[in-house]
């Protein structure tokens, strides 16, 4: 069998179906076999589980995946590398299904019930970065029967989903991800891992769900949308930010004495706050 991850095999597969990238599906091939271990130990995937891969492309991840997972459930939304992966790179494996659709408009519950009797699987991708966000959110805020979800991401939103309180990179998506998962950067990924080259680093993270969330919470919606309103303008105070938020209606007053009886000053900032904190502000408020 010819690996994926030696460049040359890749260039072979490429000119052999005159592949063209498609920029529009962000198609950025790994090359790099070290990177491709790193990402299954730290998925720590074994026989016994069912992995989910979205973008499986010309299957060079797969290849990995098929060899250590059970099974492997591929979702690739570019028709045209289908045959590819089911007629040559993957003709030598008996464990995986491809699945021709968008992620984002997939019913994954229903596809785990399937696939896995509804038991959790695990989420290993490359994924696209143009879509990684609403990516990684569906798989979060959905509920799935989900272990960890380790994927390649755009460095810069790797350091955001993992980054705390008073880091430049705090905002709304690290208390998203931190709401429903603990994130670990595993490896950095420069750009001449892949082919072509992206033009910005990369990074593998990996999200372990927690089985209940962090923080207790009365309200989960309204503990967003406080966040949101929060950093959505990052050099105001918290106060004011969720005062002029369209979203939500409370007064400078009742901000204030929620603030207060945290014992925090009317001028704090969003980024200062904990999730924790945001999870008390916001049973307080409501
Ligand atoms: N896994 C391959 C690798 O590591 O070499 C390819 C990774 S490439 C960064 C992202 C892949 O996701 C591409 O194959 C692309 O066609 C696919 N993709 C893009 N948007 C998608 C979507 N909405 N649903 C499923 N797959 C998608």
């Known amino acids: 069998m010819a690996y994926l991850g030696d460049p040359k095999r890749t260039i072979e597969i490429l000119n052999k179906y005159h592949i063209v990238f498609q920029k529009k599906f962000g198609q950025n091939f790994l090359i790099d076999t070290h990177v491709l271990d790193k990402i299954i130990a730290a998925a720590g995937i074994t026989r016994e589980d069912t992995v989910l891969e979205i973008g499986p492309g010309i299957g060079t991840m797969t290849q990995y995946l098929c060899e250590n997972a059970g099974k492997v459930i591929a979702v690739e939304i570019d028709r045209t590398l289908v045959p590819i992966l089911e007629n040559d790179t993957l003709s030598g494996y008996d464990n995986f299904r491809i699945i021709n659709e968008d992620v984002l408009k997939l019913d994954l519950k229903k596809l785990i019930d399937e696939e896995n009797g509804g038991r959790p699987i695990k989420v290993a991708a490359n994924l696209p970065y143009y879509i990684t966000t609403p990516i990684v959110m569906k798989l979060l ?77 009365r309200d989960e919606k309204l503990m967003f949308a406080l966040i949101r309103a929060s950093f959505n303008q990052r050099r105001k105070t918290l106060q004011n930010g969720i005062v002029n938020s369209p979203e939500l209606s409370f007064t400078k007053e009742q901000v204030a004495a929620a603030l207060s009886g945290m014992g925090l000053s009317e001028s704090v900032r969003g980024e200062a706050l904990t999730l924790e904190q945001f999870g008390e502000l916001s049973d307080r408020l409501l």
């Open 141 to 217: 805020e959905e509920r799935l029967p989900i272990d960890n979800i380790t994927v390649m991401v755009q460095k810069e939103v790797a350091d955001r989903m993992q980054a705390g309180p008073g880091s430049k990179d705090y905002g709304a998506l690290s208390l998203a991800v931190q709401y429903y998962a603990e994130a670990y950067i595993a490896a950095n990924v420069p750009p001449n891992c892949f082919m072509p080259r992206p033009n910005v680093g990369s990074a593998v993270i990996r999200l372990t769900l927690h089985r209940e969330p962090p923080v207790k919470v």
